[in-house]
């Protein structure tokens, strides 16, 4: 036979196979369920929650607006909606065209999360590795620092993340620094996440329905970091009634309000939480009379939902924290000298004042648009802001006989970064096999990395004698820059047991006239063997253009943001990742894995150089070097029952890399936060509907910093012989490890509208001297007599965090 | 101001709640290492070699060793400068006299010439103590030539004046086929002469050479990295690049065009003092260029020794700390030998009249 009479044959079955295959999907008409799934008290959108036929196994999940689409061939089904903590409501639908059905859940029953086995964004669930879900009502019943629900700190449990110094609350996800992170909260980006140093996080538990932690896979709708994206979403507000929350603690008091301004088709959410401080002032000026000093911080949180049809929704959004600082002197007197015949009187008044204030303010808009049953789109446009203002400044007034003499200077300094973004995102559900998600993103960097001016004026009775003002850096000093990106991922099933989801991100940024392009493909597979079991794998690589001048350990308000330079490449990773998981016992998660990620560009301050100062010069400081990161992860997770919580142990190791030499001869050393084990556990156990209790336990081995280990002689360039603290190689001593045990109690009181909440808790109930800064003292020794005895060395720890009880009061109406 | 702003807020915040203990740290104060430093130079014939030993605690000094040097395996002894005193040169007579040491060391002197190629092997014998230093003694980069200008210029700082300076413009060959490590060091040799009434008196010459000081004023090949040192905002925050070191990344195998500038009024020098004895003082400056090529690991020596020189020797929490390199097998320190090569500008004679 020849080859051209085969090629014909074929090409003839072909045909037949094709005409067949379209006769079949006329007969199987295809048609399309859509909607919206909300909590039935509140109106608010779920998210994550699920749409399941079981006799086909076709199911789909709310996105982060609540939507979901289902294409199923036209029939009649019993249509299964549920999520976890509410009652599974079923739908017997007959499904001749394609039907818009919002459906409302109503709280109950919690449910395991392994009861939904529609396509998910993150958790065992999901074709993504490393993606995790944490619900609000986690956030707020872990037991932190002083009482106060924390986001940040609740995500450090998480295995792979590790916070940074003890207790507060920098992440380190998967061997990367502390600015590899994209937290978003309602997807705009967040810059400075912290108050008070670090201690606690600006994100206000009451304002927060869900977060999302991604830290393998990345879905390629995210970039812009390298080593995890935290997606903070918040209540939308309820569309039934108004309700609130008060609540009283330690350090702050918090208020929640939320409800509708029209019924169903507008409501709105406020909170606001603020340091106790705020209020005292008054007292501390009535207490201190010439001088003031006083620090708080507060965070306002705002949000207005609009349903204006089952097309069309629209929310705004607003955020505003700040931290601020204050210090005020004054000093003023008078008196008479005498000098022979001569009587001088003398007047003078002085004061010193310092002010500092940093924080962020971001504002968003968003419009979901539901462009048919398969096609929904989100649009947002956003600005955010974030600035340190810092003055400081002294005057002094001096009467003599009448002849005033003056003197000011004034110093201000401020830095900060604004970005402008709009970004839209399409959800495409071909199929029930699919879900296509494409996009774009701009985003408009304005940074802002130092500014400083003086102003110093002296007047002598009516003669001014200086009037200057000085302009340190150039006042109109900015960087722009401007990053696109564009992304396409399609979540696709392969027969019952095998999901993919292959992506690319595409992104540019551009700035000082030069053009930075990174193209990242993402991918993930997952096998379910349908007992249970499933195995994952997945790739990805990311790209990052910002980095974080940061200062020391903890979150200064000095820590300057600053894009990548012609000189200063962006930083990219490549991420491999493999897991495997069962969720086959009702309420029952397991799973592990393991991860290899390479870093490349990332930056570290070169031997010697000062952290502390001024962002001039800055890529003259810094060195772009390599890094790794391996590491296994278990994670054990009850999800349902009285008794919930989690236990998860990480091991990991991570390590970097300066070849030039300017960094640790060019050797190889650990990371700062390289931290071999890691195990957190956190039970939450519910007696009745009164009493419930928390206790979460950590333990990380210690970190490593840099000390010295011996007295050594060095020779200057002129020849003379000094000497000097040798140090052997960067990061060589590793800090202590350090545990905790922290214990809350809840006693709920139902009122006649809402309820009371006490809660009683001790921040390291054991007491255990954590340490938080190590250092080599140098000790002239002395006796009893105050005599010399020689020099010792100790290796001293500062604690900063030993135990501390608290106790809050919240009353929800 | 900013520094003492950020810790009145940590203070403030934290300390006040922090408590201090001591934690487990497990050393050996009797754990000695014998360190070796050299700077020796082909512009020389005398050298020295200074031994201590190092400590977790302390540094002592090592007399009583053996130092060998060794130049193409053929051997010189050094000799040891006594016990808690070190050789110093008066740079105006060139005499050499013994004065205390402050330091714990023990200097050993010993002379021989060095030329480029030369395998140069320092040996240091205590004891069971047996350290080395080897290297190559590297060709030296030419110094094609050196122009000078008057100029006025900003002074650059914040407070915006302008003054004069005089101008070098210096153009460097690299050495090819070769990473090349170098450090600059411009000098004025002044010859001083008298006269007193109609006849001539004697003549003056310093001997030592009165060190310049520049300013690298946005010569990214001399800033080596490190900022220059002048007009930034916190000027003492910013590392500067006090040893003059820099490689040739930024001209491989090619030639360099760095211009310094150094004020005026350095080269000023009024002989108020000296028309006690002569009624006609002349002053003849002349500057010598010098380029000293080393090897890499000094090169990273004398950046370890910047940084330091920059931020304290000690370590701090605030600042990265650093690594010293070392050259010494069975111990600590470096030994380097510089290749030198200058030029030489004489500037007109200046006269001055009782």
């Known amino acids: 036979m020849s080859l051209t009479k085969l090629g014909w044959k074929t090409a003839r079955a072909a045909l037949m196979l094709a005409l067949f295959i379209s006769a079949s999907a006329a007969a199987q008409k295809k048609v399309t369920i859509s909607g919206h799934i909300t909590d039935i008290a509140s109106g608010e959108t779920l998210i994550g929650a699920g749409i399941l036929e079981k006799e086909s196994g076709l199911g789909a999940v709310t996105n982060n607006f609540g939507y979901y689409t289902l294409t199923i061939p036209a029939g009649e089904y019993d249509f299964h909606f549920s999520y976890v903590g509410y009652s599974e409501k079923v739908m017997r639908i007959d499904m001749r065209r394609d039907t818009v059905v919002n459906v409302a859940l109503e709280a109950g029953e919690t449910l395991s999360s392994s009861h939904i086995v529609a396509r998910k964004d993150a958790g065992i669930q999901s074709t993504y590795l490393g993606a995790i879900d944490i619900p609000a009502a986690q956030i707020k019943n872990t037991p932190v620092l002083f009482g106060e629900a924390d986001v940040l700190k609740v995500l450090q449990m998480m295995p792979g993340v590790q916070g940074g110094n003890e207790g507060f609350s920098g992440i380190y996800v998967r061997g990367g620094g502390p600015d590899e992170n994209l937290i978003m909260l309602d997807g705009v980006p967040i810059y400075n996440v912290d108050h008070m140093l670090g201690i606690f996080s600006v994100f206000q538990p009451e304002a927060v329905k869900k977060v999302t932690l991604y830290k393998g896979s990345f879905p390629a709708r995210y970039g812009g970091r390298v080593s995890s994206i935290v997606d903070i979403r918040t209540n939308d507000g309820n569309m039934k009634e108004n309700h609130g929350t008060v609540s009283i603690g330690l350090i702050s008091d918090k208020l929640h309000l939320e409800g509708p301004i029209i019924k169903d088709k507008l409501a709105y959410s406020v909170s606001a939480r603020g340091m106790h401080t705020v209020l005292y002032a008054p007292v501390i000026k009535m207490v201190l009379e010439d001088a003031y000093a006083n620090y708080y911080f507060y965070d306002l949180n705002g949000k207005v939902t609009w349903r204006l049809s089952d097309r069309d929704r629209f929310y705004f959004g607003a955020y505003h924290g700040r931290d601020r600082f204050v210090y005020d002197e004054k000093n003023e007197g008078e008196g008479t000298e005498t000098f022979g015949a001569q009587t001088t009187h003398h007047k003078y008044k002085d004061r010193t004042d310092v002010g500092v204030f940093w924080g962020n303010t971001v504002g968003s808009a968003r419009w979901n648009h539901v462009f048919n049953s398969k096609l929904f789109a989100n649009t947002t446009l956003s600005y955010n802001r974030y600035r340190m203002v810092m003055g400081a400044g002294s005057a002094e007034t001096d009467i003599v006989d009448g002849v005033t003499t003056s003197s000011r200077y004034h110093l201000d300094y401020h830095s900060g970064i604004r970005d402008f973004g709009i970004r839209t995102d399409f959800d495409y559900t071909p199929s029930p096999k699919h879900l296509v998600k494409f996009g774009t993103e701009y985003l408009w960097h304005t940074f802002i990395p130092e500014r400083m001016s003086a102003v110093d004026r002296e007047v002598n009775g009516a003669e001014v004698q200086v009037d200057t003002t000085i302009h340190f850096a150039d006042p109109k000093k900015k960087y722009r820059g401007h990053e696109l990106s564009f992304y396409a991922e399609d979540d696709f099933s392969v027969g019952e047991h095998l999901t993919f989801n292959p992506g690319v991100h595409l992104s540019m940024f551009n700035t000082e006239g030069r053009t930075y392009w990174s193209l990242q493909p993402r991918v993930s597979a997952k096998f379910s063997t349908g007992t249970g079991y499933s195995f994952k794998a997945g790739y990805a690589r990311m790209a990052q253009y910002v980095h974080l001048l940061s200062s020391a350990q903890i979150s200064l308000p000095v820590d300057l943001w600053v894009p990548i330079t012609k000189d200063i490449r962006p930083v990219t990773s490549d991420q491999f990742s493999v897991g495997a998981y069962y969720d086959g016992i009702k309420g029952w998660e397991f799973s592990v894995e393991a991860y290899l990620k390479n870093m490349r560009n990332i930056l570290e301050y070169k031997d010697g150089t000062l952290m502390l100062g001024t962002s001039e010069g800055w890529e003259n400081r810094v060195e772009m070097g390599e890094g790794t990161a391996k590491g296994i992860e278990f994670l054990v997770q009850k999800t349902a029952g009285k008794t919930t919580g989690w236990l998860a142990y990480t091991l990991a190791k991570t390590d970097r890399i300066f070849p030039d030499g300017s960094i640790n001869n060019g050797e190889r050393f650990p990371y700062k936060y390289d931290r071999r084990h890691s195990i957190d556990l956190s039970v939450d156990h519910r007696f009745n509907k009164k009493w419930g209790i928390n206790a979460t336990w950590t333990f990380a081995t210690g970190g490593t910093t840099t000390v010295p280990v011996r007295q050594v002689a060095v020779q200057l360039p002129d020849g003379n012989i000094w000497d000097a603290q040798y140090v052997d190689h960067r990061n060589n001593f590793r800090i202590p490890p350090s545990h905790r045990l922290n214990i809350g109690c809840n006693l709920h009181k139902e009122r006649r509208r809402g309820e009371s909440i006490w809660n009683f808790s001790v921040y390291n109930a054991y007491n255990r001297m954590n340490p938080n800064f190590v250092f080599m003292d140098y000790g002239p020794d002395y006796d009893n007599n105050g005599n010399y005895t020689g020099t010792s060395l100790k290796m001293k720890k500062i604690t900063i965090l030993p135990l501390l009880p608290s106790v809050s009061w919240t009353r929800n109406f | ?354």
């Open chain 2, 1 to 354: 101001m900013r520094k003492y702003l950020i810790f009145s807020i940590l203070i403030t915040a934290l300390v006040s709640a922090a408590c201090e203990k001591t934690i487990k740290y497990e050393y050996d104060l009797n754990d000695g290492k014998m360190t070796i430093l050299g700077q020796l130079s082909t512009a020389d014939t005398t050298h020295s070699i200074f031994l201590s030993m190092s400590y977790p605690d302390r540094i002592d000094s090592l007399p009583g060793a053996t130092v060998e040097c060794f130049v193409n395996g053929s051997r010189t002894l050094a000799k040891a400068v006594p016990a808690g005193y070190r050789e110093e040169t008066d740079w105006m007579t060139g005499e050499t006299s013994l004065v205390p040491n402050r330091f714990p060391y023990t200097e050993y002197k010993f002379d021989t010439i060095f030329k480029p190629g030369d395998k140069v092997r320092i040996e240091a014998k205590k004891g069971q103590m047996d350290a080395w230093a080897e290297m190559t003694v590297p060709q030296p980069c030419a110094v094609i030539s050196v122009d000078t200008v008057t100029v006025i210029k900003n002074s650059g700082d914040f407070q915006d004046y302008e003054q004069e300076y005089v101008e070098f413009t210096i153009r460097l060959k690299d050495v090819i086929g070769e990473d090349s490590f170098f450090s600059m060091n411009p000098s004025i040799t002044r010859l001083i002469t008298l006269s007193s009434g109609s006849r001539e008196a004697f003549e003056k010459t310093t001997k030592g050479p009165y060190s310049l000081s520049y300013d690298t004023f946005h010569d990214l090949i001399l800033e080596d990295g490190y900022s220059s040192g002048i007009g930034d905002l916190f000027e003492d925050l910013m590392p500067v690049n006090y040893t003059r070191c820099f490689s040739d990344k930024m001209f491989k195998d090619s030639e360099a065009k760095m211009k310094i500038y150094v004020p005026t009024y350095r080269f000023n020098y009024y002989p108020h003092d000296l028309f006690y004895i002569a009624s006609k003082v002349e002053v003849d400056n002349t500057v010598r260029v010098s380029v000293n090529s080393f090897d890499r690991d000094f090169y990273n020596y004398l950046r370890a020794i910047n940084n330091m020189q920059c931020y304290g020797y000690e370590v701090s929490p605030i600042i990265e700390p650093t690594m010293l390199p070392s050259n010494v097998t069975g111990g600590m320190g470096i030994v380097s030998v510089a290749s030198e090569s200058g030029i030489d500008i004489t500037f007109p004679t200046e006269v001055y009249y009782r």
